[in-house]
């Protein structure tokens, strides 16, 4: 059974720093990718970042752009998620999700991703 366990939130003042992981488990990924979104209250869950697993694509929302990094350790089956220079607007439920899909794919759209987890809480004060 694949269990994806975030960590690495919590409260942050604005221009703060924080980096979220991603540990997978009950599964190798060696292709598909590893996604990031996050859903704020009230709002509808929306991309962040995705990676594939061969790293040969990268894809970050415009809001993030120049702020946020996602990066991996395949040996650890873990992804991570950089985040600098936060602001309040970032505030949000973060959660990764996995796929094995591999080809001409969406990796924006969370329809993709068959493995969820639970998410991790980000509060950036302001």
């Known amino acids: 059974q694949v269990q994806l366990v975030e960590s690495g939130g919590g409260l942050v003042q604005a221009g703060g720093s924080l980096r979220l992981s991603c540990a997978a488990s009950?599964?190798?990924?060696?292709?598909?990718?590893m996604g990031w979104f996050r859903q704020a209250p009230g709002a509808e869950r929306e991309f962040v970042s995705a990676l594939t697993w061969s790293g040969d694509r990268t894809h970050y929302a415009d809001s993030v752009k120049g702020r946020f990094t996602i990066s991996r350790d395949n040996a650890k089956n873990t992804v991570y998620l950089q985040m600098n220079s936060l602001k309040p607007e970032d505030t949000a439920v973060y959660y990764c999700?996995?796929?094995?899909?591999?080809?001409?794919?969406?990796?924006?759209?969370?329809?993709?991703?068959?493995?969820w987890g639970r998410g991790t809480q980000v509060t950036v004060s302001s």
């Open positions: 009950g599964r190798t990924f060696s292709s598909g990718a």
């Open positions: 999700a996995a796929t094995a899909v591999v080809g001409l794919v969406d990796f924006t759209t969370p329809r993709v991703y068959r493995y």
